[in-house]
């Protein structure tokens, strides 16, 4: 059973940083790409950031480019999103997340997850 398990979320004032993390079990973990989502209440659950399997691929919506990072730590099962300069418009929920198929580049499209963390709130005061 693939489990997701976030942390790292809260309160900060704009132009602050957070780094968020997500520890995964039940599957090997070095073999699937990851992904960051966020999602406000009432709006569709959008993408983030992605990173591919091996790490070498990383991919960001635009409104983040530049100020988040999406990292990956195979040996710990961990993947990281460092958000920089956050702004207001960042206030959502993060949910971590893992690709279906092994060996993945790291889509934008949530369609192709199939694991989903519990989420964190992640609140950017202005």
């Known amino acids: 059973q693939v489990q997701l398990v976030e942390s790292g979320g809260g309160l900060v004032q704009a132009g602050g940083s957070l780094r968020l993390s997500c520890t995964a079990s039940g599957r090997t973990f070095s073999r699937y790409a990851m992904g960051w989502f966020r999602q406000t209440p009432g709006k569709e659950r959008d993408f983030a950031a992605s990173i591919d399997w091996s790490g070498d691929r990383t991919y960001y919506a635009d409104s983040v480019k530049g100020r988040f990072t999406i990292s990956r730590d195979n040996a710990n099962n961990t993947v990281y999103l460092q958000m920089n300069s956050l702004k207001p418009e960042d206030t959502a929920v993060y949910y971590c997340?893992?690709?279906?198929?092994?060996?993945?580049?790291?889509?934008?499209?949530?369609?192709?997850?199939?694991?989903w963390g519990q989420g964190t709130q992640v609140t950017v005061s202005s």
């Open positions: 997340a893992g690709e279906r198929g092994a060996y993945g580049l790291g889509s934008s499209s949530r369609y192709l997850y199939g694991y």
